[in-house]
Nanobody, 116 residues
Framework: QVKLVESGGGLVQAGGSLRLSCEAS????????MAWYRQAPGKQRELVAR???????DYGDSVKGRFTISRGNARNTVYLQMNSLKPEDTAVYYC??????????WGQGTLVTVSS
């Protein structure tokens, strides 16, 4: 089995920064893609950022230019650097990885709260 563990959420003032981390553990043949999603109260879960095994990235329109997704050197860890945070970034952030041979796996979520 594969387990994803997120960390780094918390409370920050508008304009501040946070860095989220997500580490995968277990029997992993290959990680095909890594992504961060978020879900705000009363809203659907949305893609924040994604990075493929070839290090191609894409971002949600609302975070382009402010957030950066990257892999760790061990390649079983993904980070989300969030700068210039806004109150509308407040949400539970979820890590997602497509892990060979198990498929899509989700972390438990970490809460990010941005105060105005």
């Amino acid at each position: 089995q594969v387990k994803l563990v997120e960390s780094g959420g918390g409370l920050v003032q508008a304009g501040g920064s946070l860095r989220l981390s997500c580490e995968a553990s277990g029997i992993i043949v290959r990680i095909d893609s890594m992504a961060w999603y978020r879900q705000a109260p009363g809203k659907q879960r949305e893609l924040v950022a994604r990075i493929t095994s070839g290090d191609n990235t894409d971002y949600g329109d609302s975070v382009k230019g402010r957030f950066t997704i990257s892999r760790g050197n061990a390649r079983n860890t993904v980070y989300l650097q969030m700068n210039s945070l806004k109150p509308e970034d407040t949400a539970v952030y979820y890590c997602n990885m497509v892990v060979n041979p198990f498929g899509s796996r989700w972390g438990q979520g970490t809460l990010v709260t941005v105060s105005s």
